[in-house]
């Protein structure tokens, strides 16, 4: 409206300096004959004025509002095109850009959308802290590690406080590079690698080692229990080696000295097949040859081979196959293994009562277990029983010539079915140890 005033006070500034221009200079005139046209004059160019002037302020009243949207962030936001003259090579540059802004915010859009989704799947955290010293993006794996949940951008001060953590951190956002250091946060392993940003600020990337560590532990005690395992046979074994080398004994310890050797010898033996059995199922070199399995046969076939040392020790020997579990779906030396296995270490810490072998249908399969009256396992022991060279009575299991691999490799056959392993004990009331085979079509 402003720009509409001023059209009509410069139209009528005209026409009256028009009209005085005339009377000057020729005084002949009449006012009358001046008047008339000068009033009409008037009229029209005032009504002209107005109607530019309403015509030009609508496209500027259009622009202003186009660039505040746009300045505001709606890029969708458009010129109404076709204004006369300069104002509408305004409208002109005003539309295009728009359009220029339009792609290239969405282009960012894109871009920022890609790195989000390469970032959330990088299994290492990764953290943005700004200038300012806030957290501006963490990935999902970085909340994990770090056990946050606030959104970003979030203060600095909510990461953990570990000294390590503290330290990398301000040594990136004062601009040092920092070597990568190995921390613990919690019960978790993490290696933290800081570097700083050019325009200030710093990334964090946190690699979780905490199964890497565990797994060397588990390597490093595999190692020594299977270099203890094998110590005490070979040192029998060359003591006794030894003595019949140097030595000549009677006829009676050179037997005592061979039977020993060969006890030893099969131990050992022992070990490197149950080592051998337990390396192709976790590779996943078995293959399972699948078929029917009546548990009746397979149990009869286990105690046929532990009931001479079952007599010695007076223990009974019985089978309670259920009607509707008389069978399972499974590899035939692989249920035999798994039930020759768990008499035989039945039989190592049973000395009275019976074991027996018994089977329970479930809504998704077989229930195959063996259950004894011997001396039990502590309830501390329980879930680690499977574990490879675990032995609750270490001293009691290798002289009755365990291995310490027995239900470990039962616990790996039951998985290789797709099934599961439980154990239960009361100490002094005895063990029972049940496996789950999966039902399968016929």
Sequence with gaps: MKLTRRLQLYSLAIVALTIVAILTF??????????????????????????????????LEDLISVTRSL????????PTLGAPGELGELATAVYRLAEQLGMRMSALQSEDALLA????????????????????????AGRDI???NDRAPFALDRLPRAPSLSEAVYAALDGKV??????TLGDRV?????????????VLALFDLTQVRQLEIVRRDFVANVSHELRTPLTVIRGFAETLADEDPPETSRRH????IRSHTQRMQRIVDDLLDISRLETGRWTADISVVPVETAAQDV?????????????????????????????????????????????????????????????????????????????????????????VDGGRSRTEGGTGLGLAIVKHLAEAHGGHVLASSEVRLGTTITVFFPQRPE
């Design 26 to 59: 020729n005084r002949t005139i009449a006012w009358r004959d001046v008047l008339i046209p000068a009033v009409i004059a008037i009229v029209l160019a005032f009504f002209l004025a107005m109607s530019a002037a309403r015509l030009i302020n609508r496209h």
């Design 71 to 78: 300045g505001a962030g709606n890029l969708l936001s458009r």
């Design 117 to 140: 989704a390469l970032i959330e799947s990088l299994n290492e955290g990764v953290l943005a802290i700004g200038p300012q010293r806030t957290v501006l993006r963490i990935n999902q």
């Design 146 to 148: 770090l056990r946050i």
């Design 178 to 183: 920092t070597q990568p250091v190995e921390l």
């Design 190 to 202: 993490v290696s933290l690698t800081a570097r700083p940003l050019a325009g200030g600020g710093a």
């Design 257 to 260: 000295f061979a039977s020993t």
């Design 303 to 391: 105690f046929a081979a532990a009931g001479k040392a079952a007599e010695e020790k007076g223990i009974a020997l019985e089978t309670a196959i259920a009607h509707d579990a008389d069978s399972v779906i499974a590899d035939r030396t692989a249920v035999r293994q798994i039930l020759g296995n768990l008499v035989e270490n039945a039989l190592r810490y049973t000395d009275r009562g019976s074991i027996s072998i018994f089977t329970q249908r479930k809504p998704k399969g077989i229930l195959i277990g063996v259950r004894d009256t011997g001396a039990g396992i502590p309830p501390e022991h329980v879930s680690r029983i499977f574990e490879r060279f675990y032995r």
